[in-house]
């Protein structure tokens, strides 16, 4: 079956301009999440959903980062006013269940990189 | 503050041998870890999950270990083979509703010599 798809695979971006990177998630699943990983490092968390409600948002690193998803399925992480720091690749997960110890299946990524 | 480690030295081994990969915590108690398989240009794929209250996991060629004592999980891949070399992370939660957030260690890569 169709997996976590994200688009667009790659974008550049001039800095200062604003980005948005979509997420469709397994169909179905009820969490979404998004992260955020560095060349050579580990995912970092974003941010949560649970269905339409943004349940977590902790690990937005500053206001000009803003996550929707609207109708409890497809999600967007937008980036306004996007700087260098922001280059990065941005990993879409989403899971099954409600709670407890659930697996996270991630999408392909969206490779971010500013200019 | 969360922290997870792992060996960010680069493992190489021959095929067929055991390929044991390492990761840490500190600073929390996680209900849980996972390992996950990330291969360049894609996302992590999902391998193992083991609980808190749980020794030791095994599927096919692969086992995981916790030892809270240590904070310690153990990771190994037997009879390792080319198609093993990839980059493998470890990643905690604390399985609470609200906070699903996983913390991930900075990954270990793997290279198997055929």
């Known amino acids: 079956g169709a997996g976590v798809s994200q688009s667009p695979r790659y974008k550049v971006a001039k800095r200062g301009q604003d980005v948005a990177l979509r997420c469709d998630p397994i169909s179905g699943h009820v969490s979404l999440f998004w992260y955020q990983q560095a060349l050579g490092q580990g995912p970092e968390f974003l941010t949560y959903?649970?269905?339409?409600?943004?349940?977590?948002k902790s690990g937005l690193p500053s206001d000009r980062f803003f996550a929707e998803r609207p109708e409890g399925s497809v999600s967007t992480l937008k980036i306004q006013r996007t700087q260098q720091e922001d280059s990065a690749v941005y990993l879409c997960?989403?899971?099954?269940?409600?709670?407890?110890?659930?697996?996270?299946?991630f999408g392909p990524g969206t490779r971010l990189t500013v200019l | 503050s969360q922290k997870i480690e792992q060996n960010s030295e680069a493992l190489n081994i021959q095929e067929g041998k055991t390929a044991t990969l390492t990761c840490n915590y500190t600073n929390y108690s996680p209900a849980y870890l996972q390992w996950y398989r990330q291969d360049p240009g894609r996302g992590p794929v999902f391998l193992l999950l083991?609980?808190?209250?749980?020794k030791e996991k095994r599927k096919e060629r692969l086992k995981v270990t916790f030892d809270t004592t240590l904070k310690q999980s153990l990771f190994h891949i037997t009879a390792s083979q080319p198609a093993d070399s990839a980059t493998y992370l470890c990643a905690s939660g604390r399985g609470d509703t609200g906070r699903r957030a996983l913390t991930f260690g900075s990954g270990t890569r793997l290279q198997v010599q055929p």
């Open positions: 959903f649970q269905n339409e409600a943004q349940l977590d």
């Open positions: 083991i609980r808190e209250n749980e």
């Open positions: 997960a989403s899971s099954l269940e409600y709670g407890g110890t659930d697996t996270q299946y």
